[in-house]
């Protein structure tokens, strides 16, 4: 057998990990101190305030259709234009909430009427409800 001039050394190279290792560190250092916590609050929730006693109690307008297509208010009989006229004379009418009840049999389409005169008159909350 030939031997070769060249001598192969067979000393194995390992790799150091303790650099490794101390990039890992430095990187995570680096992450923790750079991140940005964000407060995320959810849903806002509204704050109930004490209620306040009101000086009286606002009492809706509340007006009968019955089937034969009689408007009535208080007990009494009134016409189509008498809505709008009950309204206008209503102290604080913008904010008056008004109902009209209406009677089974009534006919629907006089039921809308009703409600344009109530808002020709400068009611703003227009309510529908079944007489019972």
């Not at 150091?16 to 750079?34: A, G, K, N, Q, R």
């Not at 008056?96 to 009611?123: C, E, H, N, Y």
Request: no cysteine.
């Amino acid at each position: 057998m030939k031997t070769s001039k060249f001598k192969i050394q067979s000393t194995s190279k390992e790799i150091e990990l303790s650099p490794l290792i101390d990039m890992v560190f430095i990187l995570l250092i680096f992450f923790i101190v750079t991140t940005v916590f964000v407060d995320e609050s959810g849903f806002e929730t509204a704050q109930s305030r004490p209620a306040q006693q009101p000086d009286e109690e606002i009492q809706p307008l509340t007006f009968i259709i019955r089937p034969n297509n009689i408007i009535e208010f208080e007990g009494r009989s009134i016409g189509l234009e008498g809505i709008s006229n009950q309204v206008q004379n209503q102290p604080k009418r913008s904010e008056l909430p008004v109902i009209i009840q209406v009677a089974s049999g009534a006919k629907s389409g006089f039921a809308i009427q009703a409600m344009d005169q109530a808002r020709a008159g400068g009611a703003t909350i227009v309510n529908f409800a079944k007489v019972n």
